[in-house]
């Protein structure tokens, strides 16, 4: 183990004492240097014994990592076996400074110009061709513009589109209220169309709404566009088919009221000799 520098003392830290080495600052280790009157160099491995520093020369609080005693930063060895030394202990409080802080410059990285703030002569002439507008780059914003006025055009399109959608499922919903599923799809389809698929409960709904308002009624309904299933339809999911023949036509059968469907439209051949006797089906 490394021992003590100065003269006439062979303290080491195998006998418990703490060292510690020369300071860098060469006015300081000049001082420590003269004070222990020992004319050298000192190398990295030299060091001082903590017997040649007064008390006052230790932090009061401050350990070092090995878990000895620190120094202060301006602390100066005097006691040494010779005389009293030329450079006295340092006790002066030290006061740490904080460094000012240098001004930032100001950078315009934007700026790539300022080569050529001073034309030299006979460049003017380039300058100014440099500074007049390209046509590439005036069409090319034009179409940028363009694009951002459609772009903002669609996006208002998009936003009306989501209003309708937004009022169209609160009408449907409404619908959802009173109308089954086939209804109102039905209401997407022509007047009277045959590719109208109704369900059981629609019949059965229809069947009443007959019922309380009548043929007349009823029909009107399907008039306005109501979706309800005809009354052939109806008979022909409700009722069972009894063929017979009658001598009235189809406008009598209906003032009857009785609930018989003429069938004008099915063929006649075959049922009897007279041409007028048409084919009916039966009442509810």
């Not at 209003?163 to 389809?189: H, P, T």
Request: hydrophobic share 30%; with cysteine.
């Amino acid at each position: 183990m490394g021992g003590c520098s100065a003269p006439n003392c062979s303290n080491s830290t195998s006998i418990g004492k703490q060292l510690f080495r020369f300071p860098k600052d060469p006015i300081r280790k000049k001082k420590w240097l003269v004070n222990c009157k020992r004319d050298f160099e000192p190398t990295p491995h030299s060091r001082l014994c903590q017997d040649h520093f007064e008390q006052n020369q230790f932090e009061e609080v401050a350990r070092s990592p090995a878990g000895g005693r620190k120094l202060k930063p301006n602390a100066i060895p005097t006691l040494f076996s010779s005389a009293d030394p030329p450079y006295p202990a340092a006790t002066t409080q030290y006061i740490l400074m904080p460094m000012k802080p240098e001004p930032e410059k100001e950078l315009n990285f934007g700026d790539h110009g300022y080569a050529r703030r001073t034309p030299l002569p006979g460049m003017e002439d380039e300058d100014a061709e440099d500074h007049q507008p390209c046509t590439r780059c005036q069409l090319l914003k034009k179409q940028l513009e363009q694009e951002m006025q459609h772009t903002a055009r669609l996006q208002r399109e998009a936003e009306e589109m989501k209003k309708r959608l937004y009022r169209l499922d609160r009408i449907e919903k409404g619908l959802q209220n009173f109308l089954y599923e086939d209804q109102i799809r039905a209401l997407s389809l022509s007047k009277r169309s045959r590719r109208a698929v109704w369900s059981p409960e629609t019949i059965l709904k229809a069947r009443k709404i007959r019922c309380a308002v009548g043929t007349k009624g009823y029909e009107y309904l399907r008039e306005l566009g109501y979706p309800l299933p005809s009354y052939r339809t109806l008979c022909n999911r409700l009722e069972t088919k009894i063929m017979v023949t009658t001598d009235m036509s189809c406008e009598e059968l209906a003032e009857l009221g009785l609930g018989l469907m003429a069938t004008c439209d099915s063929p006649t051949e075959g049922v009897g000799d007279n041409d007028e006797e048409e084919l009916i089906g039966v009442l509810s």
